[in-house]
């Protein structure tokens, strides 16, 4: 893992530029036996120069056999133990969204859902309502005030929002209130430790207001919460690394685990790689290290859809010559975990690795970027943690340890 | 990482010897995309024929990305993670000139410096004055005194010396006085710690005796102090892996890093790969270990002489043959650290490893020695301090963990 301390007593600046691109999900695995992954069905002529130009590896997002949440998955990019940091999924969403939550504040994760005449829980999610359908009841529950304590509520997509509450005296110490299943009446909040008493009775109090005014709301005529949490205090990644970074991302969950780290966002105008990659030459001279997200590739695995993954790592290549004009230092690509279209979701299978730096590189054998290359690749299975250190000295940002 | 308390269970007394062949700053990158290592371009029949037989892999000398100094890399080897036994810079370079430094002793590197009328330094390095030119100043140093301590003061190379102070309530927790830029004076040396008050104070009377007795000796009118350290009190070698160890190094510093862990010093008769070899089979009834250093190839790559360092790697394989008479039951070759002619410095590149002990290896596939077949080597790519247990393990002097 990179050692913090190390790396702040280490790292010198430079002028020089790191691009980390993620490709959601990017690993996949064979629809039938002996037959291609996702990655290595797909024309990438310019991923298959740099892997020969380059040198290959797997990263372990988490640890042998974990499957990876998509905060862990990019804190380990960051080169955060995911281990260690430990981001609450009620932050997560906020930070997603653009709402803060700052050192004193509490957010949860709200679905809406169905409670039938006594109370008990007919559909966790509320019939997926749409998003549009969502947002008055969501204003509804903005309406809600409670004594000493600032609320705030915003949607998030379909059945899902966001409450964040901010006040003194406040612990995230809590339990959820989806009993994750049907026939069940929604849970009270409890407070898993003492200093967390006064949060649970207020956000108990805040869920029977919610009760009272979605009552006439069927399908969505109340609401769960879940992973309250506060601030994680991540160490910012400027500090650590000495590199202004920024974040190219579409989807507001990226954008959110990377201003947890300290990273400034750029609005990204259309959804396509080419837009992300023009959004990232006009920031090119203001910022040292370039986190930019393709998220498609996770989508279409998660949907099973494997040809469509297909087309969207072959949409990324097509348009990798304009990043690649931008002459970056050092340019990784990888995933933040794996998702193979054949699983249909996430997985712990290795995310594969390209590492090209083209001053500074030890070149393996490999020509070509794909799953069984990469496992043959010249860095070897590493965590993802360990990942910024290598791409640091490649980019002459790391000096010597010790005389 | 090797766990002492572990070693000093299982490790067992045995007949077997076990060379440790370190070729200083082995590892290499291509000059030009596509080509070879400096390693993979040298003519080194018996390496490939060690290869064929033994099996490969790579080290990783501190951590990913991280570039080491020669103490790191040494030690690393030797079994001690690197990040945890930090020796001081000072202390290393007394070693390094055979000037020992013991429990209650502080060693600093002196630097002479150039210093303007006003006192700032002009030069931080005294116009790399030549070693002959600096002698006559250490020795006007060397006549310093104090009262109540002892002063030892060692010329190194070119502006660079040593200082030692010897006597009771000591300690090395002093600021440096190094501006580190020109334009700034020298600063005084501070206590970082209360118990180093007297330390600080007797050094900044050292320093001022030093400006008045330098004053006319422009460009060498001043010095600074550096990386004041004391005895890092290394666990000793022999007692955690219970073998006789030899060091075979013409260098000063390596002589120094092995004293360091309680390694006997050989004096060699000559600086030829076969001089080395001739003094190892001298000694080869009376120890157990043997740590041989090879400096050159660490020298040419950072004179940035690719070609220079493949003579030098050839030369120590058309060697090799008188070393393999001896019949060690293990042999490794490796390096410290890699440094490659293309980068003219240390690096963070993993480093070549081959493991040769005819009576117990599992070969890989590998039938050549570089850097590319290291990576796809059976050993894969493991931390430099784990190699030792494997090669204690290979010498059967490790016996069973466990019932």
Redesign the interface.
Known sequence: MA?FR?MQE?TIDSSSKIVLLVLDGLGGIPMAPGGPTELESAQRPNMNRLA??GTLGQTLPVGHGITPGSGPGHLGLFGYDPLQYDIGRGVLEAFGIGVDVGPEDIAARGNFCTIDASGLITDRRAGRIATEAARPLVDKLAGISLPGVELEVKPVKEYRFVVVMRGPGLSAELSETDPQRTGAAPLPVKALDPKAEKAAHLFNQWLEAARGRLAKDHPANMVTLRGFSGDPRLPKFETIYKMRPACVAVYPMYRGVARLVGMKTIDVAGDRPEDEFRTLASVWKDFDFFFVHIKPTDSRGEDGNFEAKVKVIESVDAALPSLLDLRPEVLVITGDHSTPARLRSHSWHPVPLLLWA?Q??????ERSFGERACA???L?T?RAA????????HAGR??????
């Open positions: 050692d190390l280490l020969a130009e083209p500074t590189i030890r070149p393996d054998e043959r690749g010249g070897g590493i360990d990942l910024l250190p290598i791409a640091l000295a790391l000096t010597k340890y010790g005389a």
